[in-house]
């Protein structure tokens, strides 16, 4: 199949599945006689696990870590589970940052809702 039809088949656009194949995610398909990209039909699934990976947070060195695995012949799911609980943890990690970070930019707000602007006397008092 060409690269069009690849790209309406999997929802991603022709520039990312050319991305795809310069990061080494989708193997160079085969050339027609006219030089256009020739797919085989298994490149759906394999542009819908990225796609679904790259939704689940995965980075794309990591999905190719995956697919390398696979293409060795060997189940990679003890090396997903390790990924996806890696991936999980800086997540966790990134939550609680934004969590405090919340509740720094309430504290400040509620400072402005109670400041009087008269009384300022350095760059901002809520902010101190």
């Known amino acids: 199949m060409k690269i069009g039809q ?41 542009v819908t696990f990225i796609r679904t990976a790259q939704a689940a947070g995965l980075k794309l060195a990591q999905i190719g870590e995956i697919l390398d695995i696979r293409e060795q012949g060997r189940p990679p799911c003890e090396h997903v589970r390790a990924v996806v609980t890696d991936r999980l943890d ?18 400040i707000t509620d400072r402005l809702d109670h400041l009087e602007p008269a009384d300022c006397t350095t760059y901002c008092n809520a902010i101190q």
Request: glycine share 6%.
């Open 6 to 46: 690849l790209a309406t088949t999997t929802g991603v656009s022709v520039k990312t599945l050319r991305f795809y194949e310069d990061q080494g995610l989708l193997p160079e398909p085969a050339r027609t006689p006219a030089g256009y990209r020739d797919y085989p039909n298994d490149a759906i699934t394999r």
């Open 90 to 107: 800086e997540v966790e990690e990134r939550l609680a940052d934004l969590n405090r970070t919340r509740t720094e930019l309430l504290a």
